[in-house]
């Protein structure tokens, strides 16, 4: 095919504008490249394909830390919430996170429109053919009407679409979504030699509103003041030109019009009509061959898995403030309409619900993620970054958050300055990206809160205070947030300072918070006035669980012996006498960068890195200092 070569040559190229997508060409074009996004539907930007929700257990943390380093899904999952909830609210600080029920399409224009209106940023509809790689470097991309864009970097986000096949009963048909095309990318990569694995998602049916008999359900409201996702005051009235629901008065106050969600079970009946229709299942019949996610099963799975189980829990979720349409948590599934239809209509407060939309299953290539570097550059091809789905990886802020730290460390790279790399240590993000590029994931990869060692460390109040200074080292962040993180900083070094000097006896002001019934709201005035409540807030925290997060800082000091011990890039496993077999195959598809890496592949056992450790001492001539944690 002859090719037409768009005139504007870029430095980032981002293929794919879901949540990836978004925050990579952001962070690029944040950081000075001139950036372009190419999509197959201007439209469908930011588009929410399964659950309008953003946060959650874990995922709420990495939300927070999107929007400290300057991302734009907090702000704008803020501005376009319909409902907002703290969860686990009752339990330790280190495992409450926020979560929002989003207006699917205002969150989708809203985020349209910060595209369309960020400095340095193209758009592009179209549908990438085939990669242009040079000397082992890309350097631009052929779309399927012959156009070539050349970039210095190439961003790969494709979530679902790569040779997407949807699923409904024993039907089939080609898609990255319902009612979307494919994308044939991974043909490409395949044939740059990247290896290609296949995966299972899925997603519930749909309801209409009006056919829902929510006298029957229980209901669950948000909270009251609602919480926001973004640390930075003023981020709703900074956008006031954009589509916006809710709205920020001048002194921060956050008023939101919220509404209710619902909540029903299955029963025995429904049950019973899914058991008698597996055989007309895809995943039970084998027509499925990708490997779905073990933490968000599909109700076929749930009844079968614990069929000692009565009931499931069933979330009657609100689409938009302008649809009745609602989105049925709990029963993501793939069985024909028919099927559907009856178990649904078998749930209490159901019996005569409409589907607007079936649900369905889809199948899509991956790329493994051991094939990537931390940056997540791929080791094979320079200048090509993964993000997203295309990773392994299910849900919008995983993706959100690789998206951001690709697009980060491709625009460096160009501007020849440090990579962006945040340590397990230091963010959520940072766990997941070493998870992924160190271990892999063998189904699509989920973010808990047991994932991290230090998650009392990385709580989802202190994002700004753990990372916005690195982001401001970076370049990703400056003026108002740079200096009004800059300001809590202080302020919360001098309330840690009045906990010690204050008219009370020395440490009696901590001596009190550490007792579990005392909170910062039960101050006396005289001493509450002095901050704002977000201060004593993580005042109380650090004073409560002092103990614990030394401890913590300890085990990341020690640890940080392993990290600060490199593995030269150009080192031969093979040569190295004692390593198990095992241990060099691994070492050599993973390439290590440090000790603490390589002791974190699946596989490798103490002996291994203690064996790597003495090489490495004998290699540098002088002994490292994480032979004892070996």
């Known amino acids: ?52 929700a953003i946060g959650g257990l874990a995922k709420g943390h990495m939300v927070r830390e999107i929007d400290a380093l300057g991302g734009a899904m907090g702000i704008n999952a803020d501005a376009t919430g319909i409902q907002f909830r703290i969860l686990n609210a009752n339990k330790g600080p280190s495992v409450r996170a926020p979560r929002a029920q989003c ?70 048909q080609a898609g990255g979504r319902m009612g979307d095309p494919i994308s044939t990318l991974s043909d490409s990569l395949r044939a740059l030699g990247f290896d290609v694995a296949r995966f299972k998602t899925g997603t519930p049916c749909r309801l209409n509103g009006r056919s829902i008999d929510f006298s029957k359900c229980e209901r669950q409201d948000g909270d009251v003041p609602a919480p926001r996702f973004s640390f930075l005051p003023g981020g709703l009235s900074a956008g006031d030109e954009l589509f916006t629901l809710n709205q920020e008065d001048s002194d921060g106050t956050f008023h939101v019009e919220q509404m209710p969600c619902w909540m029903t079970y299955t029963n025995t009946r429904t049950h019973d009509f ?41 979330f009657l979720e609100p689409e938009g403030r302008h649809t009745l349409e609602y989105y049925v948590n709990g029963v993501s599934t793939s069985l024909p309409y028919d099927v559907q239809l009856n178990f649904i209509r078998s749930i209490e407060g159901l019996s005569k619900a409409e589907i607007i939309r079936p649900g369905y299953a889809v199948e899509y290539d991956y790329c493994p993620p051991t094939q990537l570097s931390h940056t997540l550059e791929t080791k094979r091809i320079e200048n090509l970054y993964f993000a997203g789905q295309i990773n392994g990886t299910s849900g919008y802020e995983e993706a959100a958050a690789q998206g951001l730290m690709a697009g980060a460390n491709a625009a460096l790279k160009l501007a020849e300055k440090p990579p962006f790399i945040l340590p397990r240590s230091a963010a959520y993000i940072g766990v997941m990206i070493d998870d992924l590029v160190t271990k892999g994931t063998t189904e699509p990869y989920r973010m808990f809160t047991s994932r991290a060692e230090y998650r009392l460390l990385l709580r989802q109040d202190n994002a700004d205070l753990r990372l916005t200074p690195l982001a401001v080292e970076a370049g990703l962040v400056s003026g108002e947030r740079k200096a009004f993180t800059e300001s809590k900083i202080a302020t919360l070094a001098e309330a840690h300072v009045f906990t010690r000097s204050n008219s009370l006896q020395e440490t009696q002001l901590q001596k009190w918070f550490r007792r579990p ?87 490798v056992t103490p002996a291994d890195i203690a064996v790597l450790t003495i090489w490495l001492k004998r290699k540098n001539g002088s002994k490292p200092e994480n032979v004892k944690e070996s």
Request: overall charge negative; aromatic content about 6%; hydrophobic content about 35%.
């Open 1 to 52: 095919m002859e090719h037409f070569t768009y005139p504007k040559h870029y430095d980032v190229l981002v293929v794919g504008a879901g949540h990836a997508g978004i925050e990579a060409a952001l962070a690029a074009a944040r950081l000075g490249a001139q950036t372009a996004i190419l999509t197959q539907n201007l439209d469908t930007m930011g588009q929410m394909s399964c659950n309008p």
């Open 103 to 172: 207006d699917k399409k205002a969150y989708q224009f809203r985020m349209k429109a910060i595209l369309e209106s960020t400095p340095g940023l193209d758009l592009h509809q179209g549908n990438v053919a085939q990669l242009i790689v040079e000397n082992d470097s890309v350097c631009g991309i052929d779309t399927s009407l012959g156009m070539r864009i050349a970039a210095r970097s190439v961003i790969v986000s494709a979530g679902t679409f790569m040779r997407g096949l949807l699923h409904v009963g024993m039907q089939n």
């Open 274 to 314: 899914i058991r008698n229709n597996l055989d007309r299942s895809p995943m039970y019949s084998g027509q499925i061959e990708g490997v779905g996610p073990r933490y968000c099963p599909s109700i076929e799975d749930k009844v079968v898995r614990f069929a000692e189980k009565q009931q499931h829990q069933v």
């Open 517 to 603: 019934e005392n909170t910062f709201h039960d101050l006396p005035e005289n001493y509450r006035s002095a901050f704002n409540d977000a201060i004593w807030q993580l005042l109380e925290t650090d004073l409560k669980y002092e103990g614990y997060v030394t401890r913590q800082q300890d085990l990341i000091e020690k640890a940080s012996r392993m990290e600060s011990s490199p593995i030269p890039p150009d080192t031969d496993f093979s040569s190295i006498e004692g390593l198990k077999q095992e241990a060099r195959q691994k070492f050599a598809a993973i390439s290590p960068g440090t000790l603490g890496q390589a002791s974190r592949i699946q596989g």
